[in-house]
């Protein structure tokens, strides 16, 4: 079974810092790995994707993340955080199938202080 | 369409009263999920279809859930004699087959307030 663990439910940052969103997942097979992005009374956006190929994947609105295998883990980054990436942020994990559903984080909040 | 239109964006209801949800995928998407996030919560899976055969049901809460997507491109999702633990956002995405079948595309849900 798959499962998607993120450490931390909510993340403050300072406007220009670092951002570090945490997602650990378990999966059976190598998986399909997403973020997600979910903005007040909006549905869910595609951040960015690994499928396969190069571990580094970079994403809109200049986040990336990097799958590593060895630790299981699909965290995303940002070098200088913006205020307008506020907002709430998904993990999810999906196997090969197009019939594989995808399993979701319990999502992190991003909070950036001015 | 453009994207994947759910409708009503907004509801609320009485409990025990039934209600319907509506989802209209982008156009010559085969595959179609149902999805319900509680307050705080990350999206909890609840239904696929693939065209028309609903593959998946593992998801429904309850019997008082019921979704058809009978000519495979509307969808519906009906929940029976509503209950307060029913009150959640459903989030209804789709997707293609072939190259673009792992990404989701994702609706901006319809909120069940149940009262």
């Known amino acids: 079974a798959q499962s998607v663990t993120q450490l931390g439910s909510h993340v403050s940052v300072s406007e220009g810092a670092l951002v570090l969103l945490r997602c650990n997942y378990s999966?059976?097979?190598?998986?399909?790995l997403f973020w997600y992005v979910q903005y007040p009374n909006q549905g869910l956006q595609l951040l960015l994707k690994?499928?396969?190929?190069?571990?580094l994947v970079k994403g809109i609105n200049g986040f990336e993340a990097e799958f590593k295998k060895s630790e299981t883990s699909f965290h995303l980054t940002k070098p200088s955080a913006h205020m307008s990436d506020a907002a709430e942020y998904f993990c999810?994990?999906?196997?090969?199938?197009?019939?594989?559903?995808?399993?979701f984080g319990s999502g992190t909040r991003l909070s950036i202080r001015p | 369409g453009a994207g994947v239109s759910q409708s009503p964006r907004y509801k609320v209801a009485k409990r025990g009263q039934d209600v319907a949800l509506r989802c209209d995928p982008i156009s010559g998407h085969v595959s179609l999920f149902w999805y319900q996030q509680a307050l705080g919560q990350g999206p909890e899976f609840l239904t696929y279809f693939q065209n028309e055969a609903q593959l998946d049901k593992s998801g429904l809460p309850s019997d008082r859930f019921f979704a058809e997507r009978p000519e495979g491109s509307v969808s519906t999702l009906k929940i029976q004699r509503t209950q307060q633990e029913d009150s959640a956002v459903y989030l209804c995405?789709?997707?293609?087959?072939?190259?673009?079948?792992?990404?989701?595309?994702f609706g901006a849900g319809s909120r069940l307030t149940v009262l």
């Open positions: 995405a789709s997707s293609s087959q072939g190259p673009g079948a792992n990404v989701l595309t």
């Open positions: 690994y499928t396969t190929g190069a571990t």
């Open positions: 999810a994990v999906r196997g090969y199938s197009s019939a594989s559903k995808i399993i």
């Open positions: 999966s059976s097979v190598p998986p399909y």
